[in-house]
């Protein structure tokens, strides 16, 4: 099970940290990712990464800007945003990878799903 929370309302230009508990005893085997779907859109990735996190990757969209990082130990995967801006309104999704690289991003590569959180970034 994945529940992320952190979600709220920004001011563009502002910051928040998503967090992505995770129950379980796999979680320190899993690539991590984090994905978004803002309405009307498909849901896409954002960034994602390896089970000792030494490997991450990102979209384009969220470089220089967004941070994920882990902590096996707690079970958590984490989601700094910084410099947010309107365009990253959305909700967030935390996923889980079973064997696959942190370099898939595809939805269809990642296994387990969160609930989602909401991201509102006004200008």
């Known amino acids: 099970q994945l529940v992320e929370s952190g979600g709220g309302l920004v001011q563009a230009g502002g910051s928040l940290r998503l967090s992505c508990a995770a129950s379980?005893?796999?979680?320190?085997?899993?690539?991590m990712g984090w994905f978004r779907q803002a309405p009307g859109k498909e849901r896409e990735f954002v960034a994602g990464i390896s089970w000792n996190g030494i490997m991450t990757s990102y979209a384009d969209s969220v470089k220089g800007r967004f941070a994920i990082s882990r902590d096996n130990a707690k079970n958590t995967v984490y989601l700094q945003m910084n410099s947010l801006k309107p365009e990253d309104t959305a909700v967030y999704y935390c996923a889980a990878s079973v064997g696959r690289s942190v370099w898939r991003q595809r939805r269809v590569d990642y296994d387990y799903w969160g609930q989602g959180t909401r991201v509102s970034v006004s200008s």
């Open positions: 379980g005893r796999t979680f320190s085997t899993y690539t």
